[in-house]
């Protein structure tokens, strides 16, 4: 099973307006964190949003919004107000807790989320 | 701060030659990973490590080596090339504590004819 799944290829929206892109989680972990990154067709990852599985708040940075429903197993992430810069590639990440013992914290990602953003 | 820089940016090579990719950098992070990316595919973790001296195998580790031999640079290495390695190399680096946030270097793009 897809540890992370982001079920929408490729989103449209039109400039000014909000966008959700959806992502889905599997972990038996009591402890992880999931992460949002964007990827402009330069290539580089970059680093949007963090929400911890303890925090019960809803994390934001700026015009990101994480929206995270903890029985559900999802971090939607919330984009107000699009840009044309948000027109890039959006990754879903997973960090799971220490259930190998390795301590490696390292990050599963989904597939993406292509965003254009019309103007 | 150069944050994580990769060498080189670009890279052809022929099936049967080797390569290696270096990663370097500067913020002190103990943890630092080695990632591939297909198209339609998120990133893929190939090696890692969790500090100077030691390595481990992530999720795609076969025909790829890693060291770790000084806390500022990790580098992977390609003894055989195949094709089916022709991908989006990124390498990032991470601290200890807190939300543990990956900071990911330029990538390098490596093509295998």
């Known amino acids: 099973a897809q540890k992370i799944t982001q079920t929408q290829p490729g989103m449209f929206v039109q400039e000014k307006e909000a966008v959700t892109l959806d992502c889905t989680y599997d972990t038996s972990d009591q402890s992880y964190g999931l992460f949002w990154y964007k990827q402009p067709s330069s290539g580089e990852m970059i680093f949007l949003i963090y929400q911890g599985s303890y925090d019960e708040q809803n994390a934001t940075e700026g015009r990101y919004s994480l929206n995270f429903q903890k029985a559900r197993k999802s971090a939607n992430l919330v984009i107000s107000a699009s840009q044309l810069g948000d027109s890039a590639m959006y990754f879903c990440a997973m960090r799971e807790g220490r259930s190998s013992g390795a301590g490696s914290y390292q990050l599963t990602f989904g597939k993406g989320t292509k965003l254009s953003v019309i103007p | 701060n150069a944050g994580v820089t990769q060498t080189p940016k670009f890279r052809v090579l022929k099936t049967g030659q080797s390569m290696t990719l270096l990663c370097a950098q500067d913020?002190?992070?103990?943890?630092m990973y080695w990632y591939r990316q297909d198209p339609g595919m998120g990133l893929r973790l190939i090696h890692y490590?969790?500090?100077?001296?030691?390595?481990a195998k992530g999720e795609v580790p076969d025909g790829y080596n890693v060291s770790r031999l000084k806390k500022q640079n990790f580098l992977l290495g390609l003894e055989s090339a195949a094709p089916s390695q022709t991908s989006v190399y990124f390498c990032?680096?991470?601290?200890?504590?807190?939300?543990?946030?990956?900071?990911f270097g330029p990538g390098t793009r490596l093509t295998v004819t």
């Open positions: 913020m002190n992070h103990e943890y």
């Open positions: 490590s969790v500090g100077e001296g030691t390595t």
């Open positions: 990032a680096s991470s601290y200890l504590t807190g939300s543990y946030e990956q900071y």
